[in-house]
Nanobody
Framework: QVQLVESGGGLVQAGGSLRLSCAAP?????????MGWFRQAPGKEREFVAA????????YYADFVKGRFTISRDNAKFTVYLQMNSLKPDDTAVYYC?????????????????WGQGTQVTVSS
């Protein structure tokens, strides 16, 4: 069973920042694949947030986080980060890390093979 290890969630005031981390098992990383972040708020569908390939500079963002969130990676550590700035109460959700062995549909949950347990992000007003 592949386990993605997430960290960095918590409680923050509106306008604040948090950085999420997700470490992938070394043996499962394939250079043609990539990592993504999704989130799910209570009573809502899981939605795409951001994604990045293990190679190259291509990144993907949902419109509602552009200019506020930044996804990055450290290939030496097989770790992906999500820097979240200017947080809003609407950003409150459980954030999930996901890994795709082959990057085909970066913005769709069905395109990912493995998922983390999720980390809670709560933004107070």
């Amino acid at each position: 069973q592949v386990q993605l290890v997430e960290s960095g969630g918590g409680l923050v005031q509106a306008g604040g920042s948090l950085r999420l981390s997700c470490a992938a098992p070394v043996r499962t990383v394939i250079i043609s694949g990539g990592m993504g972040w999704f989130r799910q708020a209570p009573g809502k569908e899981r939605e795409f947030v951001a994604a990045i390939r293990w190679s190259g500079s291509k990144t993907y963002y949902a419109d509602f986080v552009k200019g506020r969130f930044t996804i990055s990676r450290d290939n030496a550590k097989f770790t992906v980060y999500l820097q979240m700035n200017s947080l809003k109460p609407d950003d409150t959700a459980v954030y999930y890390c996901a890994m795709a062995l082959r990057f085909t549909e970066a913005t769709y949950a069905a395109g990912y093979d493995y998922w983390g347990q999720g980390t809670q992000v709560t933004v107070s007003s």
